[in-house]
């Protein structure tokens, strides 16, 4: 069994006691790897207490924990940034990133996942990490830089659109990248709330039986698109239509951002219409799901991949979404209604919906082909692909 180390990005733990969409899905994979050990798994962190209680349900992973200061942390990152931007030297990405590393370097592994972060610190640790073991994880666009190539052995990236950006800048021999699509626990999200407990939900945030619920739910950040969605509204003219906003800036942290309250400020112009419930957990959010009619992915920028249309689709949630980057390679024209990503957007958005509305036929088909494509990105699935990619470059 070939033993595996994860380097996780600081400031937020795993177990994602915090939430983080990279932190979720490492937990992800090592409570697969629990169910059917594949590995032997180490994971290193950042400490929190709740995180290293939950821990100890797990048996066949080994939690190593690295205490930082979250406000030091953030000083640090812009002294890195200007000293990246201006001095083209490279530190490491963050404080307890490099108390990882130094952990690491004591014990062996055959392979070292990099977890997102800043690759262009990997020349700093190109003395600490071996360079035939490393595995850079890319779940977003990372800044392509040619000469960190010779700084890590394999590519592994969330989808072809985050592939293909790292390629654009790159001379690494194309078998050197891999894909390993994002997942979930799709059973969390097929769970359905009882009648009863439906209605008190929506009665609880000041919906009726009969309203029919747009869902939102990530983070609450300009390259989402939710003041394009809350303007939808102003194109449809039933009252019974109403907008369900789950989120905020920084999954659980307590933050409120300008973005944000100019979002808490648009949905105070639409009374009843809205109701914005801020950061909800993983767990809980399929109570939510459960209540909404239609969700939309109003996605302003490329996402890199974007978990949270097969969330929707495991719900069961009719869906409407901009398609952009790489979500198309999640979904396709079967299971959602794509709209164009353009200063028409909101009455976009708006069409849809009443479509999918005043067609049941349409929301029936949605669902079905949504429930079905979302199988693929099962979590257990997650486990079988890193199994594949490993033994495809351990040959």
């Not at 052995?153 to 659109?161: A, G, P, Q, T």
């Not at 945030?205 to 939710?226: A, C, H, M, Q």
């Not at 648009?266 to 950061?279: D, E, H, P």
């Not at 005043?358 to 693929?376: C, I």
Request: glycine content about 4%.
């Amino acid at each position: 069994m070939q033993k595996i180390a994860i380097l996780c990005p600081s400031t937020k733990p795993v177990p994602a006691v915090r939430g983080g969409a990279v932190e979720t899905i490492i937990e992800g994979l090592i409570t697969q790897n629990e169910k059917t050990p594949k590995f032997e798994i180490t994971v290193f962190s950042e400490y929190e207490k709740e995180a290293e209680i939950k821990s100890k349900k797990f048996k066949n992973t080994t939690f190593v924990y690295v205490r930082t200061n979250i406000k030091i942390e953030r000083i640090y990152y812009l002294f890195y940034r200007f000293v990246k931007k201006i001095f083209k030297i490279a530190l490491p990405d963050n404080l307890a990133r490099n108390k990882m590393v130094k952990e690491i370097m004591v014990n062996d592994y055959d392979w070292i996942l990099f977890e997102a972060g800043e690759v262009f610190s990997l020349k700093y640790y190109k003395n600490k990490l071996p360079k035939e073991k490393l595995l850079v994880h890319a779940h977003g666009m990372i800044t392509p830089i040619p000469d960190v190539d010779q700084y890590f052995s394999y590519y592994i990236s969330i989808s072809e659109f985050v592939q293909r950006y790292w390629k654009k800048s790159s001379n690494r021999p194309s078998n050197t990248y891999k894909i390993w699509k994002n997942c979930i626990y799709t059973e969390k999200f097929q769970r359905k709330l009882e009648k009863d407990k439906s209605i008190l939900l929506r009665k609880r945030l000041g919906f009726s039986e009969n309203d029919y619920i747009i869902i939102f739910t990530g983070r609450i950040i300009p390259e989402k698109g939710v003041l394009e969605l809350i303007n939808a509204l102003n194109f449809i003219n039933d009252d019974s239509i109403k907008l369900l906003i789950i989120g905020s800036a920084n999954f659980a942290d307590k933050t409120s951002s300008t973005y944000e309250k100019k979002v808490y400020n648009q949905v105070q112009k639409f009374g009843s219409r809205v109701k914005f419930t801020g950061y909800i957990s993983n767990e809980e959010l399929y109570k939510y799901y459960s209540i909404a009619s239609v969700a939309v992915v109003p996605s302003m920028w490329d996402e890199p991949a974007g978990l949270v249309v097969v969330e929707a689709m495991a719900a069961g949630v009719p869906l409407i979404t901009t398609g952009s980057g790489g979500i198309q390679e999640y979904v396709n024209e079967n299971a959602a209604l794509f709209v164009e990503r353009n200063d028409s957007i909101s009455s976009a958005i708006a069409q849809a919906i009443i479509k999918i509305k005043n067609s049941p036929e349409l929301a029936q088909r949605l669902r079905k082909n949504g429930y079905k494509v979302a199988e693929e990105y099962d979590m257990e699935n997650y486990l079988l692909r890193f199994e594949e990619i490993i033994h495809e470059i351990s040959i």
